[in-house]
């Protein structure tokens, strides 16, 4: 079973509580194999594929950011509970939100603070202990014991700082769970280029596959 994630912020806001809920109402339910399950976004629906394997809180006001600092994930479940996801494929993810993204593009911007102000209230726009709570990146030690991950980042991207892509690639790794850590030169907040975009989505093909104990795909074609 694949959750896919929209790359559109207010969208995915909403998309969000369907996404984080998805999982365990098909678990408990009898309705996927916990052991197949994966949730794939770009930019920010990337933001919600890793926020779901870090038990981001799925509601964006500042009451869930408490929630999800004092350890619940916004859906019912602990965050010390069991696995939600088999796979996460996150590409060019916004991984730090708030006063937490440390991203020249969005430092100092009024529009940027007034965004911030729209989708998660003012307290995470000032407040770095309630951006944490809601950033990827700040909460790595949560990441799914077992759950496979495949970064995707441009090495041009103007949102996503590249430091930010190799913390969690480092941080996975170190666990165990990195499937994969893909970068693109030449690329920015999205990965253009045809042949690069032909690689890239062959390799995450390759990699559901494997992380969902499907048949291998063929071979891409380059010639």
């Not at 495949?150 to 165990?176: F, I, K, N, S, W």
Request: aromatic residues 6%; neutral net charge; glycine residues 10%.
């Amino acid at each position: 079973m694949l959750c896919p994630c929209s790359a559109h912020a207010p969208t995915s806001r909403l998309l969000g509580f369907h996404v984080f809920a998805r999982a365990p109402c098909t678990r408990s339910a009898g309705l996927a194999d916990p052991q197949r399950i994966a949730i794939v976004g770009a930019s920010w629906g990337g933001y919600l594929a890793l926020g779901g394997a870090t038990k981001v809180a799925a509601s964006p006001s500042p009451a869930a950011a408490t929630r999800a600092e004092e350890g619940e994930d916004g859906t019912g479940e602990e965050a010390g509970g069991g696995r939600r996801y088999a796979a996460v494929v996150a590409i060019v993810p916004l991984v730090a939100v708030g006063a937490c993204n440390t991203s020249a593009a969005f430092r100092s911007d009024p529009l940027v603070t007034q965004y911030w102000n729209q989708l998660y209230g003012p307290s995470v726009s000032r407040d770095r202990a309630a951006a944490a709570a809601l950033s990827p990146l700040h909460r790595l030690d949560r990441l799914d014991e077992g759950v496979q991950l495949l970064l995707v980042h441009g090495e041009r991207d103007p949102r996503v700082p590249r430091e930010h892509g190799d913390l969690v690639a480092e941080t996975a790794r170190a666990r165990g769970l990195l499937g994969a850590h893909l970068t693109y030169a030449h690329e920015g907040h999205s990965i253009r280029r045809e042949p690069n975009v032909l690689h890239l989505w062959h390799r995450v093909e390759r990699f559901l596959c494997r992380a969902l104990s499907l048949p291998e795909p063929p071979e891409l074609d380059e010639a």
